[in-house]
């Protein structure tokens, strides 16, 4: 079973940078890619950004140019480094790994 934990959301204003974190533990052993998703109010969760186990990355159209998703695997650990904030990135942002989601880490882009 794992366990993820994210960290590192906030309130902060349009154009700012954020960087979340989410700490993987517990059996990673046949685990693939891990990914970044949000859901905003009313809705649907979206897939933002994922990175596989060989660390090719993959972001999202939407926020292609301003989000990185970037891994360390000796502290078990995937970032997402997220700059010039924009209102429409307000969302709860989770990590999901091998089935397994985060709980989750609120972001609020808001002057």
């Known amino acids: 079973q794992v366990h993820l934990v994210e960290s590192g959301g906030g309130l902060v204003e349009p154009g700012a940078s954020l960087r979340l974190s989410c700490l993987v533990s517990g059996d990673t052993t046949c685990i693939s890619a891990m990914g970044w998703y949000r859901q905003a109010p009313g809705k649907e969760r979206e897939m933002v950004a994922t990175i596989s186990m060989s660390d090719k990355p993959y972001v999202a159209d939407f926020v292609r140019g301003r989000f990185t998703i970037s891994r360390d695997k000796e502290k078990n650990t995937t970032y997402l480094q997220m700059n010039s904030l924009k209102p429409e990135d307000t969302a709860v942002y989770f990590c999901?790994?091998?089935?397994?989601w985060g709980q989750g880490t609120q972001v609020t882009v808001s002057s």
């Open positions: 999901f790994l091998g089935g397994s």
